[in-house]
């Protein structure tokens, strides 16, 4: 499928048909990952925000605790 970009006041928009959201299992309520490898964009819907919070959270705490033996292994 080919889409364009719409324009949206100053900035550019990405109109996603329902079909393709309902295979995703989204709507508009849905939060998104936006990332990119540098020439692909990647979309990616949020399904637990819970448990992604819980690893950021989690992810911090291990920085936080092993911060100077992270620095050693990078080095």
Not at 23 to 29: F, N, P, Q, R, S
Not at 51 to 75: G, I, M, P, W
Request: aromatic share 4%; hydrophobic share 40%; no cysteine.
């Amino acid at each position: 499928m080919i889409k364009s970009l719409t324009k949206h006041g100053n900035s550019l928009a990405l109109v996603i048909e329902k079909p393709i959201l309902e295979l995703l299992g989204a709507d508009a309520e849905t939060p998104f990952d936006v990332s990119t490898d540098g020439e692909v964009l990647i979309l990616a819907p949020i399904k637990d925000t819970g448990r992604r919070e819980a690893f950021k959270d989690a992810l911090k705490e291990v920085n936080r605790r092993y911060r100077k033996s992270l620095k050693k292994l990078a080095q």
